[in-house]
């Protein structure tokens, strides 16, 4: 049960600085955020513009789409790549700093995450930047 605990929680932590990434970016890019669903599944708490439901395996962050819109190109790889980027960072340290389960808990779960999220589906992070890369 521990392990479990512990493994869900290195998923919790990556997901929601995963989309840290991304929210950062929207302060750069001066971007307005709508709302950032934290978690799977209906929403036990709400403070603000924060949802959090109790199953962590996802996140995602909403974005006024008018502006989202306006944004340039450079602007759209920055936002969609940022989460990546954070990532990468976290990937780079479970490999260099943790040992043991630790790190195989942590660079799988970062690995996974880059890899999902550069996949062009619609709903990932690729996705939303091809769609937005090919607006008029």
Not at 50 to 76: R, T
Not at 123 to 133: A, V, W
Request: hydrophobic share 55%; aromatic share 10%; with cysteine.
């Amino acid at each position: 049960m521990k392990l479990i605990l512990h493994l869900y929680c290195i998923i919790a932590f990556s997901v929601v600085f995963h989309e840290l990434g991304h929210l950062l970016a929207a302060v750069v890019l001066h971007v307005k955020v709508e709302k950032i669903h934290i978690g799977t599944g209906n929403a036990w708490v709400h403070w603000r513009k924060i949802e959090i439901s109790p199953l962590i395996f996802s996140a995602y962050v909403v974005f006024e789409e008018k502006k989202l819109y306006s944004i340039s190109k450079k602007g759209i790889l920055l936002m969609g790549l940022s989460g990546a980027a954070v990532n990468l960072l976290f990937l780079a340290m479970g490999i260099f700093l943790l040992r043991g389960m630790d790190a195989i808990f942590c660079t799988g779960t970062q690995f996974a995450l880059l890899v999902v999220n550069l996949l062009p589906f619609e709903n990932t992070d690729m996705g939303r930047m091809i769609r937005l890369g090919s607006k008029e």
